[in-house]
């Protein structure tokens, strides 16, 4: 049903409150949740990091590899890494993000119960993680928190690999 | 005969000329047969066969002495029956029960035995002599409650001796009677029942006999069936934490406490046998697993031949097959089992947790679109928002849901297909020690017809602990089980079964401790497989799962015998008063039209408390009463109705008028009823335990009346019990018990004619009454709306009491048709009806209002 304008008549002091009244309003309140669900399901998505990551002697984890700050409130949607080749490649390719109102390092919080990561030994090429569970608590984001990107563990030798971190407008 | 009068017609009438009847039905057991013809057997009886069993076992009625297996037949010309058992036998072998009619009234008719206008014609003695009055009542103030059971007596002349014979040899207790009033002029049929219900005593004189009879209602007090748990149930006792019955949970309910089913309590049998010398400190073992199942502290119970028990500290493990004692043994013993008493709970222990009694309700349905990895279509039917859904084979939870649209927090990994399955769990969250459990990782569901269980994993506790960081410098060796450390204090800060790992990256397992030697030097229970590590470390201290510990759920409750959700109150009431009270007379439209007028998700466990007794089913209804407006009443025809009070005025409403009372139209009362509260005060989802404080709660919402604080200035605040799961439901609760508090109810009381005999509890109705006063919101009007809230039936006259529930249905404004008019156009009569804009400030809906009569009438509430 198309939005109607209710006239100021329907509600006028003195107007019984009629059935016509409740049908325009729900009718309306129809079309906007149905335009809003098409808007949210094609325009909502917040791309955070989307990217190949080559690092060259990291180390065994890597604290900080890049910060984000929120322009508006969000959900955290999915968080992924992929690899190319685990050929002679051994360890465990794990990324956090961790969440914070500013850059105080004591501030920063997992955003994870369950962190993306690949463990080599059971890897094949080109997998992508399919473990990531979100922290319920921290899965929403506002405006102005900072969003760091870590790598707690990382393989070796260490190869290029692709990070994915998506969220959805709310 | 004037066979075309109907009852309504002659219950206007003062003078009409009314007929008592009743029908006893006592039961007898038939002990000689004779062979009929074939497998059908026959005896003559003395009275009027309505149902004959075989012991529990109700045979069919046949239609003739030709009878098909499991019928009976009664001819009444020769007062014959014959019957026809399942498996052709001689009835007299099994235990055969007869159950009669026997006919009465007050001045002595030929009519039908099952008072229809074509039934078998038979005499109903005129031996009645008089009933009570049979008062039906709902038994709380705000109309919320079940009507009190209706009981009285009735009266038979014996003065001829007719009683004499029966009785004794029947058997009346618990049998069936109904009462019936009926005009001589109109046809049987026309006959109104005013009272069902069974025998309860009975009193012999040589002039008369006497039946106290009361109304099925009673069976409301019996408690709620639930099981007691039992050793089959696994390990647990009573006495740890006082919880002996398996709970029901109706709705969806949060911070329910489990009931464990593998209790350590005085210890647990050790693997294989065990010796030791006399005056020795040492144990040996013979297929023990000392370093997996003890530690230094626990206690372990041996009990030696001819000497009895004796129980030993451990002091220290020192492999698989050899411990150290605190002391030395008193007697030697060889290859004997033995029991461990842990000092401190091991996560092998207090693993099943029960939840209840019966299945939860697991809904489940099937994905019909797919638009992107976070969202797909589907039947919502069950489903909210935040609830934890399995997709396929993804643990998922719900973001939102527009319509059939399902919106989850996180992308799946891959798009689903139609029909891929989504399930929702049953168990919405698990809490131990203030975290939540995550389900597959730490715990598992098993949710059978006949209980759900939760079953935590071994290692439950481990995961919800966070590491920390410790003090020090640590040596891990490979192949060693031994931990060495300088700058440590892992006498302050471990403890057996915590547990430590190294900070080497490329080893990152945990192992748990063993023993605490010194500061500097502990034992883990299994060798170091990292290669030797020097560096930093980190520990976890774990609360294990004990007898005594508190694990809760929030989970969703009991489905009924169609796989349906016992949702609602409707659902619960229904569910009780089927199930537990095993009535059989249920006005099932009255519980679906009260589900969609009260759909709010209950929250309640039975019993209240994890450590109570069965509570009374109808103290349980009450509960759902006082949590939705409802009551649970028997209507006129005996039927068993649950109603919800909405303030909905039926197009139909019928109204009282000055010719419906006896005697002269003054003939009516009116009283008050004051229970004025400013201050309501809904106590909703009551959990067993909260979370962080592990103590028994509820939330709470409030509602102040400022209409109260203004108008009558009372301090009273009131209290409600409302088990509802939402805190929106909640609301509108406690703020319709504000509303019913905000004023004095006005209670009328009318005797009036035999129509009225005919309304039922909770009815709505217009009073017309022509002396009545000006209603409170009505400009020169007396109608008021009221609803009933007790009728007591006589065979020729009724008393009926109505309350106006504080105006409230003149107070509350409704939607109008269309058609309606405006305020100032609209009559009076459609004014109690409508609801209509109201100004801002004054709250009045005319404008040009001259007066204030109207303020405070047809608010939206």
Redesign the interface.
């Known amino acids: 049903m198309a939005f109607e304008t209710i006239s100021s008549v329907l509600y006028q002091v003195g107007k019984a409150i009629r059935k016509e009244l409740f049908t325009k309003v729900v009718g309306n309140l129809d079309d906007l949740d149905s335009r809003t669900t098409t808007l949210e399901g094609g325009a909502s998505k917040v791309i955070i990091w989307s990217d190949r990551v080559i690092l060259t002697n990291p180390g065994a984890s890597l604290t900080g590899w890049d910060l984000w700050k929120c322009p508006a409130d969000f959900t955290l949607l999915d968080a992924k890494v992929g690899i190319f080749t685990t050929a002679g490649i051994t360890g465990i390719l794990e990324m956090d993000i961790q969440k914070s109102v500013d850059l105080d390092p004591a501030n920063f919080a997992t955003v994870f119960t369950t962190k993306p990561s690949i463990d080599f030994s059971g890897a094949s090429d080109y997998d992508e993680s399919t473990n990531t569970v979100f922290d319920v608590g921290q899965q929403l984001v506002s405006q102005g928190d900072w969003l760091r990107l870590d790598f707690p563990s990382l393989p070796t030798p260490i190869g290029g690999f692709t990070i994915q971190l998506v969220g959805e407008f709310n | 005969m004037a066979i075309s009068q109907t009852f309504e017609t002659f219950a206007q009438k003062v003078a009409s000329n009314k007929s008592v009847l009743a029908h006893l039905e006592p039961a007898q057991r038939l002990v000689l047969w004779e062979l009929d013809a074939g497998a059908v057997y026959k005896r003559s009886v003395d009275h009027y066969v309505i149902n004959v069993f075989k012991e529990t076992t109700a045979l069919t009625q046949g239609s003739s002495s030709s009878l098909n297996a499991g019928e009976f037949y009664f001819d009444y010309s020769d007062k014959t029956l014959y019957v026809r058992l399942g498996d052709d036998s001689n009835p007299e072998e099994s235990f055969m029960v007869g159950v009669y009619r026997l006919f009465f009234s007050n001045q002595g008719h030929v009519l039908s035995w099952d008072l229809t206008d074509d039934g078998n014609e038979v005499y109903y003695e005129a031996l009645l002599s008089e009933t009570s009055n049979f008062k039906q009542e709902l038994d709380n103030a705000e109309l919320l409650g079940i009507s009190l059971e209706s009981d009285g007596s009735i009266r038979f002349d014996n003065s001829n001796g007719y009683w004499d014979s029966i009785f004794d040899r029947l058997i009346w207790d618990s049998r069936r009677i109904a009462i019936y009033s009926w005009f001589p002029d109109t046809p049987f049929s026309e006959s109104k029942l005013i009272f069902e219900g069974e025998f309860e005593d009975k009193t012999f004189t040589q002039n008369s006999v006497t039946f106290s009879i009361k109304d099925f209602i009673y069976r409301l007090r019996q408690p709620v069936g639930l099981d007691l748990f039992s050793e089959s149930d696994g390990t647990l006792s009573e006495d740890i934490k006082g919880v002996k019955y398996k709970r029901r949970i109706y709705g969806e309910v949060t911070g329910a406490q489990t009931q464990s089913l593998d209790q350590t309590l005085a210890g647990f049998q050790l693997s294989g046998t065990i010796s030791g010398s006399k005056d020795a400190f040492t144990v040996s073992g013979s297929g023990t697993s000392f370093l997996s199942e003890c530690s230094p502290g626990d206690e372990i119970i041996v009990d030696v031949p001819i000497f009895g028990e004796f129980t030993y500290k451990i002091e220290s493990i020192e492999t698989d097959t050899s411990l150290t004692l605190s002391e030395e043994i008193e007697r030697g013993f060889s290859a004997i089992t033995t029991i461990n008493n842990p000092e401190i709970p091991v996560r092998t222990k207090n693993r099943p947790q029960h939840i209840s009694g019966h299945k939860l309700r697991e809904p489940t349905t099937t994905i019909t679109a797919v638009?992107?990895?976070?969202?797909f279509r589907m039947d919502p039917t069950d489903f909210f928002a935040n609830d934890i859904i399995v997709v396929g084979s993804e643990t998922v939870?719900i973001?939102r849901i527009?319509?059939d649209?399902i919106?989850l927090?996180?992308?799946l990994?891959s798009l689903p297909s139609i029909g891929t399955t989504v399930k929702k769990n049953p168990i919405n969250a698990v809490y131990f020690d203030q975290r939540e459990l995550?389900i597959d990782?730490d715990y598992t569901i098993q949710n059978s017809a006949s209980e759900c269980k939760i079953t935590l994993d071994d290692l439950a506790e481990f995961n919800i602990t966070k590491a920390i960081k410790i003090a020090g410098s640590f040596t891990f060796t490979n192949g060693s089980r031994n931990v060495t450390a300088t700058g440590a204090a892992f006498e302050a800060n471990l403890k057996p079964r915590d547990w430590i790992r190294s900070d080497d990256?490329?080893h990152?397992t945990w192992y748990e401790v063993l023993q605490v030697n010194s500061d500097g030097d502990l034992d883990v229970r299994i060798a170091y497989a990292g290669a030797n590590f020097g560096g930093t470390a980190k520990r976890k201290n774990i609360n294990y799962v004990g007898d005594e510990s508190i694990v809760t759920v929030d989970c969703i409750g009991k489905e009924d015998s169609a796989g349906k959700w016992v949702k609602t109150a409707s659902d619960v009431v229904l569910d009780l008063v089927q199930g537990d009270a095993a009535l059989t007379n249920i006005d099932t439209d009255s519980f679906d039209t009260s589900k969609i007028e009260a759909d709010y998700i209950v929250s309640l466990k039975l019993p209240l408390s994890p450590t109570g007794e069965p509570p009374i089913i109808r103290d349980v209804i009450s509960l759902m009463n006082q949590s939705v407006f409802g009551s649970l009443v028997a209507r006129t025809d005996f039927q068993v109705s649950f109603n919800v009070l909405t303030p909905d005025r039926p197009d139909d409403l019928e109204e009282l008028k000055d010719e419906d009372l006896i005697g002269a139209r003054q003939n009516f009362s009116v009283s008050t009823k004051s229970d004025v509260r400013r201050k309501i005060i809904g106590r909703y989802n009551h959990f067993d335990a909260d979370r962080y404080t592990g103590k028994k709660g509820n939330d709470s919402t409030d509602f102040e009346n400022s209409f109260v604080d203004y108008l009558i200035g009372t301090k009273n605040e009131k209290t409600v019990d409302i088990y509802l799961l939402n805190e929106t439901d909640a609301e509108t609760i406690t703020e319709r018990y504000a509303l019913i508090h905000s004023l004095t109810q006005n209670v009328v009381t009318v005797k009036a004619k035999l129509n009225l005999t005919l309304r039922n509890l909770n009815e709505k109705i217009f009073i017309g009454l022509t002396r009545m006063f000006d209603r409170f919101g009505g400009s020169s009007e007396n109608k008021k709306i009221g609803i009933i809230s007790k009728i007591s039936r006589g065979a020729t006259e009724t008393t009926v009491t109505f309350s106006d529930l504080s105006n409230q249905f003149n107070r509350v404004?409704?939607?109008?048709?269309?058609s309606?008019?405006?305020?100032?156009s609209?009559p009076e009569s459609e004014k109690i009806f409508?609801?209509?804009?109201?100004?801002d400030d004054t709250e009045?809906?005319?404008?040009a209002a001259t007066s204030d009569d109207q303020w405070n009438t047809n608010l939206?509430g």
């Open positions: 638009i992107q990895l976070n969202r939870r973001k527009s319509d649209l919106i927090f996180q992308n990994d995550i990782r990256p490329f990152a404004g409704a939607i109008a048709d269309d309606a008019l405006d305020f100032t609209a409508n609801g209509y804009i109201v100004d009045l809906p005319d404008e939206i």
